[in-house]
């Protein structure tokens, strides 16, 4: 199963890498929104219910519960230094202004910049990716192994 995690988290620093990029470039921002981790947070628990469903595991919640935070919490660090990074090389991406909830500014300090408020982005980011996982994968685990009790 953990071949599973590790390509969905490739997935995830593609999208990350992706979004800098067209945020750099001036991408439109209907554009760049469509590259972000938080749709994978809606994804890949599906992925994942799916994948343990078809697996023999013995505790497939746990399993899955396993799987999808351990990617929640990999997923939302990559975001959060993305915002380290936007700190130390002044990314130009509204996001990373302060107008944005970022940390380019006036009154941004070193340590906001680079620990502080990508940590809170990251505590935000990780929160929201583990309720949604929390939420989407049981389900779809439940109704995917009644389905096949079904059949």
Same mark, same amino acid.
């Given at each position: 199963?953990?071949?599973?995690?590790?390509?969905?988290?490739?997935?995830?620093?593609?999208?990350?890498? #992706?979004?800098?990029?067209?945020?750099?470039?001036?991408?439109?921002?209907?554009?760049?929104?469509?590259?972000?981790?938080?749709?994978?947070?809606?994804?890949? /628990? @599906?992925?994942?219910?799916?994948?343990?469903?078809?697996?023999?595991?013995?505790?497939?919640?746990?399993?899955?519960?396993?799987?999808?935070?351990? @990617?929640?919490?990999?997923?939302?660090?990559?975001?959060? #230094?993305?915002?380290?990074?936007?700190?130390?090389?002044?990314?130009?991406?509204?996001?990373?202004?302060?107008?944005?909830?970022?940390?380019?500014?006036?009154?941004?300090?070193?340590?906001?910049?680079?620990?502080?408020?990508?940590?809170?982005?990251?505590?935000?980011?990780?929160?929201?990716?583990?309720?949604?996982?929390?939420?989407?994968? /049981?389900?779809?685990?439940?109704?995917?192994?009644?389905?096949?009790?079904?059949?």
């Amino acid at each position: 199963m953990q071949g599973f995690v590790k390509r969905a988290l490739a997935v995830a620093a593609g999208v990350v890498f #992706v979004r800098l990029i067209l945020e750099e470039t001036g991408a439109p921002s209907w554009l760049v929104s469509v590259f972000g981790v938080t749709w994978l947070y809606l994804l890949v /628990p @599906f992925y994942f219910a799916i994948k343990v469903a078809r697996s023999s595991e013995t505790r497939p919640y746990v399993t899955l519960a396993k799987m999808s935070g351990s @990617f929640v919490l990999v997923a939302a660090s990559m975001v959060g #230094v993305t915002y380290s990074l936007s700190s130390l090389f002044g990314f130009s991406a509204y996001r990373f202004t302060v107008e944005g909830g970022g940390v380019i500014g006036e009154g941004i300090t070193p340590v906001q910049g680079y620990i502080v408020m990508p940590l809170s982005n990251f505590g935000l980011v990780a929160l929201i990716g583990l309720v949604a996982a929390a939420v989407i994968g /049981p389900i779809v685990l439940w109704m995917f192994r009644r389905y096949r009790a079904l059949n």
